[in-house]
C-alpha cells in the first residue's frame, strides 16, 4: 500500500470513551505493531490479537482517524494518576526528579501509526495533542523512550537525551524528557509544538534546574541542531579520518549525498558493559563505530567472545540488510558511540536522490559483501548480505 502525505478532510485527534474504544485501539496497535511490523511489545495478545498493558486502565488513549480509518494512536499517563512501572521508573532515573511532584511528570508511551500514514504528520499531531492535555494539567516533564534509531525524531519534537539508555524485552531503548514549559528551546529545535507553547505562560525554572541535573544533555541538542555540513566535521573529528573514506556505505556517493545519508543518521552514547543488540532481537539498525570498542558475543552477555570491532567498523549489518532475528550479542567494550542507521532513513533519501537511481554498487570487505541497487532494490528493503559477523574498514 503506497504511503500518503496529506491527511484527508474530517482527521482529527479523539480521545478513547469506552471500553469499546479501548478494545479497539488495543486491536489497532496489534494490526501495526505485531502484524506489520513483526514486533514484540509488552502486552502483547495473540490470542485476542490486541496490545494491552495495565497502565492502560488509568491512562488517557488518543487516536487519530475520521469515520472510517484509525491513522494512529498514543497513550499519555499522568504521573498523579498512573504509576510509573518499576522498571520505567529506573529506566528514567525518576529518582533524579524527586524535586517536583508526581503531578508534575507524565510518560508518553504506546505510539502506532499505520503504514500508510507513517509519512505524513500523523505521530506529530498525536504529539501536539498530547502536549496541549498536558499542558492544561500544568505538567511540567513528558517522558518517553525509543529504539537507538529513533531519537533524532524526538528531539524534533522537543525531547532531549539526557540520561544513558536501558533495555527491555524489545531491546536497547533511550529515554528522553521534554520541558514542557521551555518554549525557548522547542523554537531553537524547530519543534512543531512551538506554536501551541506560544499560547501558554513560559518559565525558566524548570530549564534552569535541568541545566544544573543533566549537564549532559546539551551535547545531545547541540547534534540536533547542527548542520549537514557541522555533522560532518563532527563525524570526522570523532573518527579522526574522513568520514567518506573510512566507512564503505559512502562509497561511490558523492560528497553532497554522503552527508546526506550520515545526516540522517543519530548518534548514540553507550557505556561500557551495555548490550546495543541481544542475540534473537528482530532489529533493523547498522551502527557504525565512532569512537571506543564493542565486542561481538554468541550468546548472551556472557557469551564466548568471537569477534572485537573499533573505530570506524560497522556491525549489526544483517539485521539492516533483511530484518531478520540477530544471531549475536553486541556488547559495549568502552564508552562508544555509534552512528545508528536504517533502511526507512536511506529509503526516504533515495526519493530525493534522483542522480543515484539506476545505478549499481557493490561492496566488498573482509567477510561480508553487499549488492545495491539503488533505485531498485534499496527502496524496496531487498538488500543482500553474505555473512552476519560484521564487517571492517577496506
Known amino acids: 500500500m503506497a504511503k500518503a502525505s496529506k491527511l484527508p478532510k474530517?482527521?482529527?485527534?479523539?480521545?478513547?470513551?469506552?471500553?469499546?474504544?479501548?478494545?479497539?485501539?488495543?486491536?489497532?496497535?496489534?494490526?501495526?505493531?505485531?502484524?506489520?511490523?513483526?514486533?514484540?511489545?509488552?502486552?502483547?495478545?495473540?490470542?485476542?490479537?490486541?496490545?494491552?498493558?495495565?497502565?492502560?486502565?488509568?491512562?488517557?488513549?488518543?487516536?487519530?482517524?475520521?469515520?472510517?480509518?484509525?491513522?494512529?494512536?498514543?497513550?499519555?499517563?499522568?504521573?498523579?494518576?498512573?504509576?510509573?512501572?518499576?522498571?520505567?521508573?529506573?529506566?528514567?532515573?525518576?529518582?533524579?526528579?524527586?524535586?517536583?511532584?508526581?503531578?508534575?511528570?507524565?510518560?508518553?508511551?504506546?505510539?502506532?501509526?499505520?503504514?500508510?500514514?507513517?509519512?505524513?504528520?500523523?505521530?506529530?499531531?498525536?504529539?501536539?495533542?498530547?502536549?496541549?492535555?498536558?499542558?492544561?494539567?500544568?505538567?511540567?516533564?513528558?517522558?518517553?523512550?525509543?529504539?537507538?534509531?529513533?531519537?533524532?525524531?524526538?528531539?524534533?519534537?522537543?525531547?532531549?537525551?539526557?540520561?544513558?539508555?536501558?533495555?527491555?524485552?524489545?531491546?536497547?531503548?533511550?529515554?528522553?524528557?521534554?520541558?514542557?514549559?521551555?518554549?525557548?528551546?522547542l523554537k531553537r529545535v524547530k519543534s512543531p509544538l512551538f506554536r501551541i507553547a506560544c499560547n501558554y505562560q513560559a518559565g525558566s525554572a524548570t530549564a534552569v534546574w535541568f541545566s544544573r541535573q543533566f549537564p549532559e544533555a546539551n551535547e545531545a541538542t547541540a547534534l540536533v541542531e547542527m548542520s549537514e555540513d557541522d555533522f560532518w566535521i563532527y563525524l570526522g573529528q570523532q573518527m579522526h579520518e574522513q568520514p567518506h573514506s573510512s566507512i564503505p556505505l559512502l562509497h561511490g556517493l558523492s560528497s553532497q549525498d554522503a552527508k546526506r545519508v550520515i545526516a540522517a543518521g543519530s548518534v548514540l552514547s553507550c557505556k561500557a558493559g551495555e548490550a546495543l543488540i541481544r542475540q534473537g532481537e528482530l532489529g533493523n539498525e547498522m551502527f557504525i563505530l565512532l569512537s571506543g570498542a564493542v565486542e561481538v558475543r554468541a550468546g548472551d552477555e556472557n557469551g564466548r567472545p568471537v569477534a572485537t570491532f573499533d573505530r570506524g567498523d560497522i556491525f549489526g549489518e544483517v539485521g539492516f540488510l533483511s530484518e531478520v532475528e540477530r544471531s549475536a550479542t553486541v556488547v559495549a567494550k568502552t564508552d562508544i558511540q555509534v552512528l545508528v542507521v536504517t533502511q526507512s532513513m536511506l529509503r526516504k533519501l533515495m526519493k530525493t536522490m534522483p542522480e543515484t537511481r539506476g545505478e549499481k554498487r557493490e561492496y566488498r570487505t573482509g567477510k561480508i559483501h553487499i549488492r545495491l541497487h539503488v533505485a531498485g532494490n534499496v527502496r524496496r528493503g531487498g538488500w543482500r548480505a553474505d555473512t552476519d559477523s560484521g564487517f571492517r574498514r577496506g
Open 10 to 185: 474530517g482527521t482529527s485527534v479523539h480521545m478513547a470513551q469506552n471500553d469499546a474504544d479501548r478494545f479497539r485501539l488495543y486491536r489497532f496497535r496489534y494490526s501495526v505493531l505485531v502484524e506489520e511490523l513483526d514486533d514484540n511489545p509488552p502486552g502483547r495478545d495473540d490470542k485476542n490479537l490486541i496490545v494491552r498493558e495495565p497502565i492502560d486502565d488509568t491512562s488517557t488513549i488518543l487516536y487519530l482517524g475520521n469515520d472510517t480509518e484509525i491513522m494512529g494512536t498514543l497513550r499519555l499517563s499522568y504521573g498523579m494518576v498512573t504509576p510509573v512501572p518499576p522498571a520505567l521508573y529506573q529506566g528514567y532515573n525518576l529518582n533524579r526528579f524527586s524535586d517536583y511532584a508526581d503531578s508534575d511528570l507524565s510518560l508518553t508511551s504506546a505510539w502506532a501509526v499505520s503504514a500508510r500514514w507513517r509519512g505524513s504528520p500523523a505521530l506529530s499531531i498525536l504529539f501536539a495533542a498530547a502536549y496541549k492535555m498536558s499542558k492544561e494539567r500544568n505538567v511540567r516533564f513528558d517522558f518517553c523512550h525509543c529504539r537507538p534509531a529513533q531519537p533524532q525524531l524526538f528531539q524534533r519534537l522537543g525531547y532531549r537525551r539526557y540520561i544513558g539508555n536501558f533495555a527491555d524485552k524489545m531491546g536497547l531503548m533511550t529515554p528522553m524528557v521534554m520541558l514542557l514549559d521551555d518554549a525557548r528551546h
